[in-house]
C-alpha cells in the first residue's frame, strides 16, 4: 500500500514538468500551451461536463491580481527604471496554462502562478517596463520547469516555474524601433517559438530561441530584407520591403508530422497610406505562412489580403484540422481572417480549397479572384470625405481565438459586422508612416454573433446573434467532446452553448469575459476556467 | 533606376513644397528648452509609449539642420521623410537605433552606403556627424502624427445631389424646417456633423441620442415598456414608468422581447448607400444655417 502509494505519488510529480509528449498530447487533463494543444483547435477531450449536467457547473473559486511592483511579495525584475507606467497588468487577455495543478498566466509586465485547486498566488513576478504600446499579453510558454513570456519592451523573459525567479531575459527586438511584443511563446522540442509587433514600419519577425540559453536559433522576417529575396517584385523596392509590417502578434499552430508552424501574418506598412508600397501584393503581409521549426525557412504562403490598405492584419490563430474535403482526405489549415473571410487551405502544400465569406457586411473588396483571395476595391481604401468600410479597424474578427470540433466539423468564430468611416487626412503624396495618415471613426455594427462554418460546404451551418446593436466581440471560444461551446457573451455572462446549434444550455454572470474559456481535469473533476479583466474564475462539478 | 533629371527636379519640388513643422525644424536654431516628457497614458500605446529623444542642445541641432539642409535634404526630404532619391530616414532602421552619429556614420563616410541605394560617400567629420545625429533625431517619430498635412474640409460633395437623396431616404422621418433645423449651425465641425447623421445612436456632442424602446409581452398578456437598459440572452432591463430599473429573465423565447432602435433605418443604409451618397447629404446638411 506504502509502495502503491509511493508510486503514485512519483507519477503525479512527474507530470509536473512540461515535455514534447506532453505537449503533443490531444488537448485533455492539462492545459499546456497558448491553444491547450498544437493543432489550435480548442476542443477538448474532456467528457465529465455534458450538455445534460453542464447545468450543475459550479464556482469552485475565484481570485483577483494586484499587478506592479507594489504587490505583495512581487519578485521584481526589468531593464527600466520603474517609474514608468502604462497600464494594461490588470487585464486577462490571454491563456492560462495548467500544469500538474498550477496555473501559469501573464498580463503586460506581469506573470503569476496560482494554485489550480483554490486560486492562491503562489509567485507573481513584475518586470519594470522601458515603455512600448501595453495592450495585452497572450500568456506563456511552458518548457521542463522553464517558464517563457515576453514583455511589451520586447524582452523574452524566463523564470523558474517553482519559485518564480528569473533564469535569463533576452532581448527580442529594439524598442527604438518602436516594437512591442504581445505574443505567448510557443514551445517545440528544444525551440521556444517567439513573434513580436509594431505599429511603425519595422519588418515583422518571427525567431526561434533556444529553452536552456536564450541563444537565438533562426529568424524569420515575413517581408524581403535584403536584394533577391522572394517577394521583393511585389514591393515598390527594398527600403519599402524592410519597412514593410507583417507583424506576427498571436502565437501559431503546429504540425510535428510536418514539423511546420503555421502563423497569420499582420498587414503591411504604413497601413493604410499605402502609396510607397507600390502596387504589388505586398508579400508576406496579411498571409498564412508556413515554417519549418528547425531552420526557420518558409515553405509555404498563402495570402489572404493581398496589398491589405485598413490595418486588417491576418494574425488569427489557425487552425489544424484532418478531414474531408470533396471526398479525399486532407491535411488542412483553417483560418477565419479579420477580414471578413474564412480560408480553408491544404497545409503541407499551400494549396487553396475555399473561401467563405463569412460576414455579409463586408464591402472593401469587390470579389474573389482565381487564388481565392479577394480582390481589394481601392475606392473603399478610405475618402478625404470619409469611406464607409466593413469591418472597422477592430475587424470581423480579430485575435480572439476560434475552435473547430471534429464532431460537427464546424469552425467557430466570434464574428462582428462593424462599420467606420475612414477618412484620409494626409495629403502628402508620400503618405504616411505606420497607421497614420487616416482617422477611423465608428458608426456601430449591424450585429456580433458567434458563427459556426461548414469549412466541407463553405455555408454557415448557425449563426447564434446577441441580441440589441452594442456591437461588442466574444472574447474566444472553447468546444468539447461531449458537444459543448462555451465562451464569454457581450452580456458579462460566461455561456455555455451546444455546439450543434447555439443554443444557451448554462451562463454565469462573472462581468466582462476578457479571454478564451479552458478546461482541465484536476483531483477526478472536470473544471472550467476563464478570465474577467483582473479575475479568474473557476467552474466545476462535486 | 536613376530617373530623369527633369522628372527628379519635379518631384524634389514637389516635396519641398509639402514640407510641415517637425519638431525639429520647429525648434532647430531657437534655444528651446528641453522638452518635458509627454503625459503617459493609462493603458494601450500610442506615441507616449515610445517617449521621443531629448533634443540635442540648439547650437548642435541649428549646425546639423544647416548641414542637412545642404546635402541631405535633396534626396531625403527637407523633412526627412523621403523623396524621389532618397528614403524616409525617419523610420530608417539605422537612424532609429543610432545613438549619436556612431550608425549614421558608416554610411555616410565610409562608402558603405546602404543596400540598393544610390546613397554617395560624404567626407563629414565626427563633430559634423554628430550635429547630423542631433539634428535628425530631434524628428517627432511616430506613426499617429496629428499635426501631419491635413484636408482643409471633409466637404467633398455636391448639395444638390444631397438634396435629392435626402429626399429619397431622409424625409419620410426628418425636415429640413424641423428637426434638422440649423444643423449646419448647431454642429460646425463638418465630420462630426457627418458622424453624426450616419448613426445618432454613436453619441457625442450636438444631437440628444434616443435609447432604444423594449416591449416585453408577459406570459399572462401583461406588457411591460420602456426605454432599454441592457439585453442579453438571459436578462432584459428596462427603465419603468416611475423611474425604476426593472428586470426581466429571459428563456429563449419566453417572454416575447421586441426592440426598437431608434437608429435602426439608420444602420439599414450601410450596406445601400454609396460613399458619394453619404458626401453629398453631408455638402447638403453643412447649407442648413
Known sequence: ?542 | MLRSALIFAAAMAASVAIVVNPVGAQNAGKNTPKAAPAPLPAGGGGGAAYPQRPLAPADVRSRGEAIYKAECAFCHGEDARGGDMGNNIIRSQIVLNDDSGERIAPVLTRGEGVEGTMMPKFSFNQNQIADLAGFLHSFRVNGYDGSRNRPETIVVGNAQAGQTFFGQKCAACHAVTGDLKGIGTRITDARTLQQRWINPGAGGRGVATKQSMVTITMTNGQKLQGPLVRIDDFLVTFTAADGRQRTVKRDGETPKVELKDPYQPHRELYPVYTDKNIHDVTAYLVTLK
Open chain 1, 1 to 542: 500500500m506504502k509502495l502503491l502509494a509511493g508510486l503514485l505519488l512519483a507519477t503525479a510529480f512527474a507530470s509536473a514538468q512540461v515535455d514534447s509528449k506532453l505537449l503533443l498530447q490531444p488537448l485533455g487533463d492539462s492545459w499546456a500551451s497558448y491553444s491547450g494543444d498544437y493543432s489550435g483547435k480548442r476542443y477538448s477531450n474532456l467528457k465529465q461536463v455534458t450538455k445534460t449536467n453542464v447545468k450543475n457547473l459550479t464556482l469552485a473559486w475565484t481570485m483577483r491580481i494586484t499587478p506592479g511592483a507594489q504587490a505583495n511579495n512581487a519578485i521584481v525584475g526589468g531593464e527600466g527604471d520603474g517609474i514608468l507606467s502604462f497600464g494594461g497588468g490588470n487585464n486577462i487577455k490571454g491563456a492560462v496554462l495548467q500544469v500538474d495543478g498550477t496555473l501559469y498566466f501573464s498580463t503586460p509586465d506581469n506573470a503569476w502562478a496560482v494554485d489550480a485547486r483554490d486560486g492562491r498566488i503562489l509567485w507573481h513576478y513584475f518586470w519594470k517596463t522601458r515603455g512600448a504600446t501595453h495592450i495585452g499579453s497572450r500568456g506563456m510558454g511552458m518548457y521542463g520547469n522553464w517558464l517563457f513570456f515576453e514583455t511589451p519592451d520586447n524582452y523574452l523573459v524566463s523564470l523558474d516555474a517553482r519559485t518564480g525567479q528569473e533564469r535569463w531575459h533576452k532581448q527580442i527586438a529594439p524598442l527604438e524601433e518602436q516594437y512591442f511584443s504581445t505574443p505567448a511563446p510557443i514551445v517545440v522540442d528544444n525551440h521556444v517559438i517567439v513573434g513580436t509587433g509594431n505599429d511603425l514600419d519595422e519588418p515583422g519577425i518571427l525567431q526561434s530561441f533556444d529553452p536552456e540559453t536564450g541563444a537565438v536559433q533562426w529568424k524569420f522576417y515575413s517581408v524581403p530584407m535584403k536584394a533577391g529575396d522572394p517577394g521583393l517584385e511585389t514591393w515598390a523596392n527594398l527600403d519599402a520591403a524592410k519597412h514593410g509590417g507583417g507583424q506576427m502578434w498571436v502565437p501559431g499552430s503546429y504540425d510535428p508530422e510536418a514539423r511546420l508552424y503555421y502563423i497569420g501574418t499582420g498587414n503591411p506598412s504604413p497601413a493604410y497610406t499605402g502609396i510607397a508600397r507600390g502596387e504589388g501584393d505586398n508579400l508576406y503581409t496579411c498571409s498564412l505562412v508556413a515554417i519549418n521549426v528547425d531552420t526557420g525557412k518558409m515553405v509555404w504562403h498563402y495570402q489572404t489580403s493581398p496589398h491589405d490598405t485598413h490595418d486588417a492584419d491576418s494574425s488569427q490563430t489557425p487552425i489544424l484540422v484532418d478531414g474531408e474535403f470533396n471526398g479525399r482526405p486532407r491535411k488542412m489549415v483553417l483560418t477565419a481572417a479579420r477580414n471578413g473571410y474564412f480560408f480553408a487551405l491544404d497545409r503541407l502544400t499551400g494549396q487553396h480549397l475555399r473561401t467563405v465569406k463569412y460576414s455579409d457586411a463586408v464591402n472593401w473588396a469587390t470579389g474573389i479572384n482565381a487564388k481565392g483571395q479577394p480582390v481589394r476595391d481601392p475606392a473603399k481604401d478610405h475618402h478625404i470625405g470619409g469611406s464607409l468600410v466593413s469591418p472597422a479597424n477592430s475587424g470581423i474578427t480579430n485575435w480572439p481565438p476560434p475552435a473547430y470540433s471534429p464532431d460537427t466539423g464546424l469552425f467557430y468564430v466570434p464574428q462582428n459586422d462593424n462599420y467606420a468611416m475612414y477618412y484620409l487626412t494626409e495629403t502628402d503624396p508620400r503618405g504616411a508612416m505606420g497607421l497614420g495618415g487616416k482617422e477611423e471613426q465608428g458608426v456601430g455594427s449591424l450585429g456580433s454573433y458567434i458563427t459556426a462554418i461548414d469549412y466541407k460546404t463553405g455555408k454557415i451551418a448557425w449563426r447564434h446573434r446577441f441580441p440589441g446593436n452594442n456591437g461588442g466581440s466574444v472574447m474566444g471560444l472553447l468546444t468539447t467532446s461531449t458537444g459543448l461551446l462555451f465562451g464569454g457573451d457581450l452580456g458579462g455572462n460566461i455561456v455555455a452553448y451546444d455546439a450543434t446549434n447555439g443554443k444557451t444550455l448554462w451562463h454565469s454572470h462573472i462581468g466582462a469575459v476578457s479571454n478564451a474559456p479552458e478546461t482541465y481535469m484536476l483531483d477526478g473533476h472536470q473544471y472550467l476556467l476563464v478570465a474577467s479583466g483582473d479575475a479568474l474564475f473557476a467552474f466545476t462539478l462535486y
